[in-house]
């Protein structure tokens, strides 16, 4: 019987299976040969944490028998550690969802009286066929980390400052970082807020530990109490394990407020009662949780005048006013603008000399960035990229800059000299509010006025909130 190509073709893919095959129970037969001779640490565990395989240097590295679950390491909880590299690293949403991308963080491994070594670890979760595990990676960095101490190579947060006012700040911060004392930061949105922050946790006793950042504007209503106490599996849909929650990720380190303001006042009330006495329930559980964190808050709003309008308690605003510290607008610190412009530019163009020309600088001094230090950055970034030659001139800065700058100007000039009221005229003043947003307030500052004179001139010139409500939001 003549052979057919049919047959030919499932002859040849019958030999590709059978090699395939045998290449298969080679390599299953070598691999767990080969995995123990690696150095690093591989361990593969199931979404609870039921380890289903480990190689020879993971139980070294580790300096354990052979485990069986991997709910803690010896110096900490693999669930917490977690958490705390995956809210570092920027993920908004690490307590309330299992983290998918990679994360890591360095492990301080117990070794000996006072004595540890640092073990860098790596996770992800991989999903096949609806089945999850996560793979873990371990490497000893020790000796790679006292390298990079040796020579300066860890990163520390500092300030460029010219200004009495911020070194004032930064003074304070220096006093008051080796005490547990709740510190408040109030200033405009991109003043340095979070910076300062985190140099305040730098200096302190508890800089080991983690600084977890909660963001207390974005957080949604219903997951208020799992976010920042955690919950146990079962506790609601889709609870399939044990949550911890930001209080326990900043256990023995630093919890910072960011825009406390923003949180409603019925949660106000529930972490007002958690500071009190560093003590809390999970969600679903009755089990009690001790913690040790000192807590930092921030604001770009005036706290004192929302607990006297009513929207702020005054408990809560006392527990966490105990050291206040105000960080200055840019518009605030003149001699500032030029020091930050340059070293911005400077670290953009990676020390390539570019320089500012005269218009350009007397255009950086005269606008009133109210968007601050983060508003400058980014408008140097943008200079440093888009300029054609080493000279940097007003015509090189973006368009929506340039804009804003002469719509200031034009509400500045409209005023009158002999007026101490001031003459706005009405077309400046909803050009104004609407770069803001429709805030009040914001507007205001930039006018160098309060919001009670801005409102009198809306009055004056008819602008009513029906008619200005895409304008006038605040």
């Not at 030659?389 to 000039?413: C, N, Q, W, Y």
């Amino acid at each position: 019987m003549a052979t057919t190509e049919a047959d030919v073709e499932v002859l040849a893919k019958e030999k590709k299976m059978a090699s395939l095959s045998t290449e298969l129970e080679t390599l299953c037969e070598v691999l767990p040969e080969l995995l123990d001779s690696m150095d690093a640490g591989i361990l593969l565990t199931d979404i609870q944490g039921k380890i289903e395989f480990c190689n020879a240097a993971a139980k070294i590295l580790l300096n354990t028998h052979p485990l069986e679950h991997l709910r803690s390491i010896p110096g900490g909880s693999v669930q917490k550690e977690l958490v705390r590299a995956a809210i570092a690293a920027g993920q908004e949403d690490a307590v309330s969802r299992p983290q998918t991308g990679c994360v890591r963080w360095d492990h301080l491994l117990p070794v000996a009286e006072g004595e540890h070594k640092v073990l860098q670890i790596r996770t992800r979760l991989v999903e096949r066929k609806q089945h999850k595990r996560r793979i873990f990676f371990i490497e000893d960095v020790s000796e790679l980390r006292h390298a990079e101490r040796i020579l300066g190579g860890t990163r520390s947060v500092g300030f460029i400052t010219d200004d009495p006012h911020m070194r004032d700040a930064l003074e304070l911060i220096e006093q008051v970082a080796a005490t547990d004392a709740s510190v408040i930061f109030q200033g405009e949105s991109g003043s340095g807020k979070g910076l300062m922050v985190r140099l305040l946790h730098q200096q302190s006793n508890r800089s080991k530990k983690s600084l977890v950042e909660v963001n207390c504007a974005a957080i949604p209503d219903n997951l208020f109490e799992a976010e920042f106490f955690g919950s146990v599996r079962g506790a609601f849909t889709g609870a399939v394990t044990d949550r911890i929650g930001r209080f326990a990720a900043a256990d023995g380190g630093t919890l910072f407020l960011d825009e406390v303001s923003e949180l409603p006042k019925h949660h106000q009330a529930k972490l007002l009662k958690v500071l009190e006495d560093m003590r809390y329930e999970p969600v679903g559980s009755t089990k009690t949780h001790q913690v040790d964190v000192r807590v930092v808050a921030a604001s770009n709003r005036n706290l004192k005048e929302l607990v006297e309008n009513g929207d702020f308690r005054s408990d809560l605003f006392y527990r966490l006013n105990v050291i206040p510290i105000r960080i200055p607008a840019l518009r605030e610190r003149p001699s500032d603008i030029m020091l930050l412009a340059e070293h911005f530019l400077k670290i953009t163009t990676g020390g390539h000399k570019k320089r500012l020309g005269s218009a350009a600088k007397h255009l950086l001094l005269d606008y009133p960035w109210p968007g601050n230090v983060r508003e400058l950055r980014n408008v140097m970034e943008y200079v440093a990229i888009c300029s054609a030659g080493p000279e940097i001139s007003d015509s090189d800065f973006p368009k929506d800059f340039l804009d804003r700058m002469h719509l200031g100007s034009a509400v500045t000039s409209s005023r009158s000299e002999n007026d101490p009221e001031a003459i706005y005229d009405r077309e400046s003043l909803l050009q104004l509010l609407d770069k803001h947003g429709g805030n009040r307030a914001a507007a205001a500052r930039e006018l160098g006025i309060d919001r009670v004179t801005l409102w009198r001139h809306l009055s004056r010139l008819g602008i009513s909130g029906k008619e200005g409500s895409s304008h006038l939001g605040h």
